[in-house]
């Protein structure tokens, strides 16, 4: 028997940053996110004898380790290795040898949720193989537990949820890991016209979004007013740009969009520098109305509202800065486990 999961990547649409620690702990946060049609896959094949072995594909790494009640964190495929330590913890030891393989549609650093979005698809494969009793919540939860307090990686709370529920949602964060997932019903057209409009790109550059996000969690601990209004305007963007959908007022987008990319890159340095905000312009000047960096920034995908038939221009103005246009659907659905 083969067990398998695949969960998608996400692009946030407005209120980004707002989800990490300790502002929303204490303000309160909230995003409004989109999954689209790139993913992270995960494979689990029981073996027999005595070896795990944990396969990153896109990464082209690969250990393997004596089965055991606990696995070393030493910087080698660790996401893999800490779902598997609190499984063991929470449920039990494994049922035989394996062979888990992953595999992921963007590279890390992109801004689109990957490593956290790979620790629910390897979460969701083992739930598969072993029949464990998690629901969306559960399985966010756990997904955030692994990666921001036993791996100790900094970061927010949106991309578990999203890569787990799927589709558009408007998402609360409160103190005491209280989040709320709020989907969304929004008409086929007005969406679809979202999809046709939102190009997004990639910069040919990754970053580490750790460094950034301990920037930003570090001004509001220290109370940077300038920082920490920034947030309170990107909340108010997520309400802005829900309203907006629902509503149908899909040109509002590029202005909502444009209110957010100023404000963001007041909330830490480095979410954006001279090349980024060159292409930033250069969209702006062949017909988009507005856009945003995907993430936390530094780098990764940026995206571009494109109203008419500006698109095909912004294509065109895009390409001399050497990145890569993606394309991609949004999807309604989020983590999704078989076996055969």
Request: proline share 3%.
């Amino acid at each position: 028997m083969i067990y398998r999961s695949k969960a998608p990547l996400r692009i946030g649409l407005a209120g980004g940053g707002t989800d990490v620690s300790p502002y929303c702990d204490i303000y309160g946060g909230a995003i409004l996110n989109a999954t689209i049609s790139l993913y992270a896959y995960a494979t689990i094949e029981p073996l027999d004898g005595n070896e795990i072995i944990f396969e990153a594909v896109d990464r082209n790494e690969r250990v393997v380790y004596e089965l055991a009640p606990e696995l070393p964190v030493d910087n080698q495929l660790d996401l893999a290795s800490g779902v598997y330590n609190r499984l063991v913890r929470e449920f039990g030891p494994m049922p035989s040898a394996f062979r888990l393989t992953t595999f992921v549609d963007a590279p890390a650093g992109s801004g689109l949720g990957t490593s956290s979005t790979l620790v629910v698809a390897i979460i969701g494969v083992f739930a598969e193989w072993l029949r464990l009793p998690l629901g969306e919540y559960d399985v966010a939860h756990l997904a955030y537990e692994v990666e921001r307090e036993e791996l100790r990686m900094a970061g927010g709370k949106q991309d578990q949820y999203a890569a787990t529920f799927g589709g558009v949602n408007y998402m609360e964060f409160y103190g005491e890991g209280r989040v709320i997932v709020n989907p969304l019903r929004i008409k086929t057209q007005y969406l679809n016209e979202l999809e046709n409009n939102l190009l997004l790109y990639f910069t040919a550059t990754s970053r580490r979004s750790a460094d950034i996000i301990e920037v930003q969690s570090r001004n509001v601990a220290d109370k940077n007013e300038v920082s920490i209004e920034a947030m309170h305007q990107l909340k108010e963007q997520s309400r802005m740009m829900k309203e907006a959908l629902l509503r149908g007022r899909v040109h509002d987008i590029g202005g909502i969009l444009d209110y957010g990319f100023r404000f963001k890159k007041q909330m830490a340095a480095g979410i954006s520098n001279d090349r980024m905000d060159a292409i930033y312009e250069g969209a702006l000047k062949a017909g988009s109305t507005g856009g945003k960096i995907s993430g936390a920034g530094g780098g990764g995908f940026m995206m571009f509202y494109c109203p008419g038939n500006t698109r095909y221009a912004v294509q065109t103005a895009l390409k001399s800065f050497g990145g890569e246009l993606k394309e991609y659907q949004f999807t309604e659905r989020g983590l999704f486990t078989w076996s055969i």
